[in-house]
């Protein structure tokens, strides 16, 4: 069964804090994405990787950013947490490939709450 | 911008039919997926479509016109637990096959 793991499902941060998010997949995916979601703004992304020390800009990288020293695993790091960057993270791995076969599959995700 | 637009909350009667509607951009368009969110979990794939027509899967379907840039999820036979929010998102053609998300249809069925 796939599974995609964050490590965290609820964190409470100080603005100005460095936060780090974690995600690890067992599939052995090429692809992973980091989205946060927002009530009616849907899941937005913020970064993603199709490659081991790869990454590529989202729609919304600012404030953010990823790195991926192995393949399983996809970090997310807030530099200075502010408040507006309080909101649901979710975490993402696909296998490379025609769209076809790109299922994105998704971890359970991590409230940020910025204090 | 690559809008996705679909309603942002639904709801229906156990037992019955609802379909949940999708518009999106058609330039670069690269194929539709559908995905299951129920409150506090992970989105769970459900369909994906990408030629014209109707996709069936049990109890779901999903229909694609690349033409009118439309698409719709359609459940069957209501149960209370396809109560949850419905995201459709849309491949274009891009590096790394992204997805770009709507707002998601948070469907809720009453008994």
């Known amino acids: 069964d796939v599974k995609v793991t964050q490590s965290s499902r609820y964190l409470v941060k100080r603005t100005g804090e460095k936060v780090f998010l974690e995600c690890v997949q067992d599939?052995?995916?090429?692809?992973m994405f980091w989205y946060r979601q927002d009530p009616g703004l849907g899941l937005r992304l913020i970064y993603f990787?199709?490659?081991?020390?790869?990454?590529e800009k989202g729609d919304i990288p600012e404030g953010y950013s990823v790195s991926r020293e192995k393949k399983e695993r996809f970090s997310l790091i807030l530099e200075s947490a502010s408040t507006n960057q309080t909101s649901m993270y979710l975490c993402?791995?696909?296998?490379?490939?025609?769209?076809?076969?790109?299922?994105?599959?998704f971890g359970a995700g991590t409230r940020l709450s910025v204090l | 911008g690559q809008n996705i637009d679909q309603p942002t909350e639904m709801t229906a009667t156990e037992g019955a039919i609802v379909q949940i509607n999708c518009t999106y951009q058609t330039s670069g368009f690269n194929g539709l997926f559908w995905y299951q969110q129920h409150a506090g979990e992970a989105p769970t794939f459900l369909s994906y479509n990408v030629l014209d027509g109707l996709e069936e899967k049990g109890r779901f379907s999903s229909f694609l016109s690349r033409s009118k840039g439309y698409s719709y999820l359609l459940l069957k036979e209501l149960q209370m637990k396809d109560s949850a929010s419905y995201l459709c998102a849309v491949g274009f053609n891009n590096a790394g096959n992204m997805l770009t998300f709507g707002g998601g249809t948070r469907l809720m069925v009453k008994p």
């Open positions: 599939m052995d995916h090429e692809n």
């Open positions: 993402a791995s696909s296998k490379q490939g025609t769209l076809a076969k790109n299922i994105q599959y």
């Open positions: 990787s199709y490659d081991v020390k790869m990454k």
